[in-house]
Every structure is written in structure tokens, then in C-alpha cells.
């Protein structure tokens, strides 16, 4: 019967089971909750040593703000990168490409603050203006931020990625705009996509692994895999296991 099925439809519409290459962890959007960023990468250690395998992980962005340990962190993604257990690949998430914005210029200020932008400012001890509106405190804060960032900090905010492919999934921060070639994309629609990706019965050829959009619990579809479960608010951080065909959601929580 499942045959005789199968054999009605196309080949583009015959389902199969989604493959990855190597064993992957994917870890939703972190904001300043170090605290559950350090759990969560001892239970991936842990666990990846269970698969014996050297595992890749996926960051999907948005690391600084509305949490309070933004500079910690990156410190913590600094360390991964250094360490010899497992390969890294970090993506930039809207929070990041934001704060770049702002030390490109200090006008950007007042956007970023509505993102939770003090939080980050004061992890490296800088005061956010009490005016919004005032441009000079704008441009001392960007002054402040600009001497207070490590050297260290700005490479890795700077190198860090708009996507990342693997078999049959592609990992993006945000989401990608449906029926539009992936080498037609760029940052507006991996960063900043929201509705058009997440109404989407089917965005593109691949298996979709994004942050951005924080619900309760963690999309697991056929085609979408959203792992922002509002970390910096609700004390979970949620990851994904992938290796080969088994699919395996992780969380941490404080």
C-alpha cells in the first residue's frame, strides 16, 4: 500500500528522511545567559563523547543583549573556538550585525537600546545616555564601547557567518525568504525575516535550523527547526542534535 503510494507521487514530493554529515549540535539564541551557555556546552561535551564522535556546533546568533553577561559570552565562544573537542561555526544574529551598526555610527544608538542594547552596555561597563535623543551621549557611548571591546571581541563579531550548510539542512540565524535563490539572499532576509519564512509550509530545498523568533516551546517540522525559546526571559536554552537521520531536541534550564 505504502508502495503502491509512493509511486503516485513525484519525485520532488516523495518523502524521505533529512541526512547530516557529521554530528551536529545547533544552539538557539543564547542573549547574555552565560550561565545556561556554560550547562549547555558541558551536556553537549558530555553527550557528544556518548556518540564518539568529534562533533560541530552551530551557534545561531544573537549572543549580546537583554541578558546581563553578553561580554562573558563571547568570552565562552572565544574558548570553543581554542578548544579541541569539537569544531565551531558561529553565525551572526540581528543583534550582532546591531551593534557593529552602532560603532559604524553612534545614530544607531537609540534602535539598538530598543533591542536590549543596555544590557550589553553595561557588561562592558559603559552607561547607556539617559537621553535618546541626545547624539553626543550616543556618540560617547560608542566612544566608551569602541575602547571597552576587546580587540578579540570585534575579530570574532566581525568574522562571524550568514549561514552554514551540512547535507540536507541549512543553518541561518533568522530564516530565508521563501522561493528566492539562497545565493540571492543576504543579511535583510538571514537576519530579519520573520513571517513570510515562518508561514511557509516549505521555504526551500533544505531543512531550515534558525533562532530569532522566540516561542515557548521549539519548532521540530519536517521542514523548519526553531530553536529561540526566549533564553534571556524564560531561563531555557534549547539546542538540537543531528546525526544523520535522528533528530534529538536539548535544553537547559534555570
Given at each position: 500500500?505504502?508502495?503502491?503510494?509512493?509511486?503516485?507521487?513525484?519525485?520532488?514530493?516523495?518523502?524521505r528522511?533529512?541526512?547530516?554529515?557529521r554530528?551536529?549540535?545547533?544552539?538557539?539564541?543564547?542573549?547574555?545567559?552565560?550561565?545556561?551557555?556554560?550547562?549547555?556546552?558541558?551536556r553537549?561535551?558530555g553527550?557528544?563523547?556518548?556518540?564518539?564522535?568529534?562533533?560541530?556546533?552551530?551557534?545561531?546568533?544573537d549572543?549580546i543583549?537583554?541578558?546581563?553577561?553578553?561580554?562573558?559570552?563571547?568570552?565562552?565562544?572565544?574558548?570553543?573556538?581554542?578548544?579541541?573537542?569539537?569544531?565551531?561555526?558561529?553565525?551572526?544574529?540581528?543583534?550582532?550585525?546591531?551593534?557593529l551598526?552602532?560603532?559604524?555610527?553612534p545614530?544607531?544608538?537609540p534602535?539598538?537600546?530598543?533591542?536590549?542594547?543596555?544590557?550589553?552596555?553595561?557588561?562592558?561597563?559603559?552607561?547607556t545616555?539617559?537621553m535618546r535623543?541626545?547624539?553626543?551621549?550616543?556618540?560617547?557611548a560608542r566612544?566608551?564601547?569602541?575602547?571597552?571591546?576587546?580587540?578579540?571581541?570585534?575579530?570574532l563579531?566581525?568574522?562571524?557567518?550568514?549561514?552554514?550548510?551540512?547535507?540536507?539542512?541549512?543553518?541561518?540565524?533568522?530564516?530565508?525568504?521563501?522561493?528566492?535563490p539562497?545565493?540571492?539572499?543576504?543579511?535583510?532576509?538571514?537576519?530579519?525575516?520573520?513571517?513570510?519564512?515562518?508561514?511557509?509550509?516549505?521555504?526551500c530545498?533544505?531543512?531550515?535550523?534558525?533562532?530569532?523568533?522566540?516561542?515557548?516551546?521549539?519548532?521540530?517540522?519536517?521542514?523548519?527547526?526553531?530553536?529561540?525559546?526566549?533564553?534571556?526571559?524564560?531561563?531555557t536554552?534549547?539546542?538540537?542534535?543531528?546525526?544523520?537521520?535522528?533528530?534529538?531536541?536539548?535544553?537547559?534550564?534555570l
Amino acid at each position: 500500500m505504502l508502495a503502491a503510494l509512493k509511486s503516485l507521487l513525484k519525485p520532488s514530493e516523495q518523502v524521505r528522511s533529512s541526512v547530516i554529515g557529521r554530528l551536529t549540535y545547533a544552539i538557539g539564541d543564547i542573549h547574555g545567559r552565560d550561565d545556561l551557555f556554560a550547562r549547555m556546552v558541558e551536556r553537549i561535551r558530555g553527550d557528544s563523547e556518548l556518540q564518539g564522535e568529534r562533533p560541530v556546533i552551530v551557534l545561531l546568533g544573537d549572543y549580546i543583549d537583554r541578558g546581563a553577561s553578553s561580554r562573558e559570552v563571547l568570552d565562552r565562544i572565544l574558548d570553543l573556538e581554542r578548544s579541541d573537542w569539537c569544531d565551531l561555526v558561529v553565525l551572526l544574529g540581528n543583534h550582532e550585525e546591531t551593534l557593529l551598526n552602532f560603532l559604524a555610527d553612534p545614530l544607531c544608538g537609540p534602535a539598538w537600546v530598543e533591542y536590549g542594547a543596555a544590557a550589553t552596555l553595561a557588561s562592558y561597563g559603559v552607561h547607556t545616555p539617559a537621553m535618546r535623543t541626545d547624539p553626543d551621549a550616543w556618540e560617547q557611548a560608542r566612544d566608551d564601547l569602541a575602547a571597552a571591546l576587546p580587540k578579540a571581541h570585534l575579530d570574532l563579531l566581525r568574522r562571524m557567518r550568514l549561514s552554514h550548510r551540512d547535507g540536507d539542512y541549512f543553518f541561518v540565524h533568522a530564516g530565508v525568504r521563501p522561493d528566492v535563490p539562497l545565493e540571492a539572499q543576504g543579511a535583510e532576509d538571514f537576519l530579519w525575516i520573520r513571517g513570510a519564512f515562518l508561514q511557509a509550509k516549505r521555504a526551500c530545498d533544505y531543512v531550515v535550523v534558525h533562532g530569532h523568533t522566540p516561542a515557548e516551546a521549539p519548532a521540530n517540522d519536517r521542514w523548519r527547526i526553531g530553536l529561540d525559546t526566549g533564553a534571556y526571559a524564560t531561563g531555557t536554552l534549547t539546542a538540537m542534535r543531528l546525526k544523520g537521520e535522528a533528530r534529538l531536541l536539548m535544553d537547559v534550564r534555570l
